[in-house]
């Protein structure tokens, strides 16, 4: 029998944490045609979401996507954000960091990662995480 991972097992005591702690969990996402949110409130391309149990329904935390329902002006509506329009909000928002990265210094890896990890309330799977950050930040 193989061992199963702790990762998930992690995610989830960092999530568990947050919510006992009392600090409310956001994510800065890119607005693109991949992403379902409410249109009306995507400003310059961007939405900032919170995913706190008290502002979410059915809040799911999978390894490609955050999905839950929401009220945005009274109205209940469906959420879906893949985990890569995390990434790209976290760069977008560090533009300095991502250049000098991109120019070689490959130990500002460790800040993105903290930066998604700080973004998605400590839920993103951290090896889906870096996956995706090497490929993003290789631009």
């Known amino acids: 029998m193989s061992e199963l991972s702790t990762k998930p097992y992690l995610i989830r005591a960092i999530h568990q944490w947050c919510t006992d702690s009392g600090y409310t969990p ?29 502002a979410t329904n059915r809040l799911q935390l999978g390894n490609d996507a955050i999905e839950f329902q929401a009220r945005f002006g009274g109205v209940a509506r469906e959420v879906f954000v893949p985990i890569e329009k995390v990434i790209a909000g976290v760069m977008a928002a560090n533009p300095a960091q991502l250049a000098d990265y991109r120019s070689g210094k490959d130990k ?11 973004a998605t309330g400590g839920k ?16």
């Open 124 to 139: 993103a799977n951290p090896a889906q995480l870096n996956e995706l950050l090497k490929q993003k930040l290789a631009g």
């Open 26 to 54: 956001y994510i800065a996402v890119l607005a693109d045609d991949t992403v379902r949110v409410p249109r009306e409130f995507v400003k310059n391309g961007e939405i900032v979401l919170n995913i706190s149990p008290l």
């Open 108 to 118: 500002l890896f460790g800040f993105f990662v903290g930066q998604v990890m700080k």
